[in-house]
């Protein structure tokens, strides 16, 4: 049972986060985006894997690497920017396949990096989980005004004197740590569910951003909770359990906010 | 008057190899309102964002006076649907906020029952005051204004460009515009700058009017007040403006 605990912990605490940055993917229609990053994880973790660099560190900085590179592609003109999402989320990928495949003195289950492994969390996961949300908490709530400002109109938000440059990348940042802790409990396929659900499911019931997050965070912790019940019981996979939690979490929003609306 | 908030001195901006301005300079004074006006595609909007700050200009050189309180209503504003935003949530954002200054300006604008309504379900009039006022909240030095009065009707065209005008005197700033018609800003404005991609002609409305050169751009039929009158813009851009060719605005403002 011990185990299951440590998932749930390593859940919540993921959710905590995932809230909070889903509302921000959902505002700024960065889904793709997070898309992209996420497919990126996996050639992190091959790297880190060839260089011996802490595995998590090595999502982040690879997912860090691929923003910035995305960035400055999108300056060109020529090819539109869900081309190039596609282009590098599906390049990322591949060449995190192609360069596990040459370490040969690791054998790691690929599935479980693809699609999340429950059993593969343990304490120390949960630790690390703990620190790096509680960071990303601290940093979300003091750049709250700016983050959001900037998704509201990012020239209004420079005029008025916000660093639009350092709160675009620190976004980007946050991003990546959230893909990295939740890549071992969901895998680098799901993890975009699991921060645009939550949020999507969140938005009809939501009179405020910040009542937005916060809504968002409780429906995530509330699927996580009741995925990894089925996934127990059912000896189901773990991320996908958790992404259809959500997404019935979604479906019962929607429904209820037009059944309010009918009346 | 000596001293100018900004000043822009023979500025060029030339975006993915085409030319939108060339050569133009503009200076603009505290408790003075310079007014933009020219064709479709003329490079207003383009010179008010090298104003702010927000393009880079390709030649030439932008002087500003340091730590510049700078307010910007831009010509319109769409929040998306996802953002569950109101108006009140929305004026908070501004970077030099303080719970006071919301109300009093707020008051100012008339728009304290519309604090509590979503951005989205803002008339095109109500988000034209929401949006002057979060450009309020930075209490600026200079205020910087694209298209103010776009899509009110007639009567509410007049107030703004009122409110405006007041606002300067209370604030005692300096204001850069964009007009797309003449008539109604002529009584406020200072100096009136017609563009179109190089300065046609600027100078002060009053002196201006007399001006030949200016007759030939706008027509004599100025009382014509409640007519929708034309002017064309189709001749290539010479350094020295010649004045010979006439212009062309669909103006829907007046009556």
């Not at chain 1, 921000?24 to 793709?32: D, E, G, P, S």
């Not at chain 1, 289950?109 to 960071?135: E, P, Q, W």
């Not at chain 1, 939550?198 to 509330?222: D, E, F, N, V």
């Amino acid at each position: 049972m011990m185990w299951l605990l440590d998932s749930l912990l390593a859940g919540w605490l993921l959710s905590l986060m995932s809230g909070p940055l889903g509302s921000f993917i959902v505002w700024r229609r960065m889904a793709y985006f997070g898309d992209t990053l996420a497919h990126s994880a996996l050639l992190g973790i091959t790297l880190g894997f060839m260089f011996d660099v802490q595995l998590n560190l090595a999502i982040v900085l690879c997912a860090v690497f691929v923003a910035l590179i995305l960035a400055s592609l999108q300056r060109q003109h020529f090819i539109p920017s869900d081309t190039l999402l596609g282009l590098m989320a599906h390049t990322t990928l591949a060449a995190g396949l192609v360069t596990l495949s040459l370490v040969d003195n690791v054998r790691i289950d690929i599935n479980a990096y693809l699609f999340g492994d429950l059993l593969a969390v343990n304490r120390d996961d949960v630790i690390t989980l703990a620190i790096g949300s509680a960071v990303v908490l601290l940093v979300l709530s003091r750049m709250w005004k700016g983050l959001l400002a900037v998704s509201v109109s990012e020239e209004l938000a420079q005029v008025e004197g916000y660093q639009v440059g350092r709160l675009r990348l620190l976004f980007m940042v946050l991003l990546a740590v959230v893909i990295a802790g939740a890549m071992k409990l969901v895998g680098v396929l799901l993890i975009t569910a699991l921060l645009i659900i939550p949020a999507a499911a969140a938005r009809p019931l939501s009179q405020g951003p910040k009542q937005m997050a916060a809504l968002a965070t409780i429906i995530s912790m509330l699927a996580v909770a009741m995925g990894l019940g089925l996934s127990y019981y059912f000896d189901t996979p773990a991320g996908p359990s958790i992404v259809l939690t959500s997404a019935f979490f979604f479906l019962l929003s929607q429904s209820g906010y037009r059944l309010i609306k009918q009346n | 008057m000596n001293d100018y908030l900004i000043e822009l001195r023979n500025v060029s901006f030339v975006r993915q190899g085409r030319a939108i301005l060339k050569d133009v300079g503009l200076k603009i004074h505290r408790g003075e309102i310079v007014t933009l006006i020219g064709p479709n595609g003329a490079g207003k909007s383009s010179l008010l964002k090298l104003a702010l700050g927000l393009e880079t200009i390709s030649s030439g050189q932008r002087i500003i006076q340091p730590d510049l309180r700078i307010g910007y209503m831009p010509q319109k504003m769409t929040i998306p649907d996802t953002l569950p935003l109101s108006v009140k949530h929305f004026l908070e954002l501004a970077k030099r906020y303080d719970k006071s200054k919301l109300m009093s300006v707020s008051e100012r604008l008339s728009i304290i029952d519309l604090l509590k309504r979503p951005m989205q379900k803002l008339s095109g009039g109500e988000l034209q005051r929401v949006l002057l006022a979060r450009a309020l909240l930075s209490n600026p030095e200079l205020l910087v204004l694209d298209e103010p009065v776009q899509g009110l009707d007639v009567s509410g065209q007049a107030e703004l460009y009122h409110l405006i005008s007041d606002l300067k005197d209370e604030l005692d700033c300096g204001i850069l515009m964009v007009s797309h018609d003449l008539h109604l800003v002529m009584a406020a404005t200072n100096k009136v700058i017609c563009l179109n991609g190089h300065i046609c002609c600027e100078g002060h409305p009053q002196t201006v009017q007399n001006d030949p050169s200016y007759l030939e751009l706008f027509g004599r039929s100025m009382p014509a007040h409640l007519a929708p009158y034309t002017h064309h813009h189709d001749h290539t851009h010479d350094e020295h403006c010649q004045h010979d060719h006439s212009h062309d605005h669909d103006d829907k403002g007046a009556q």
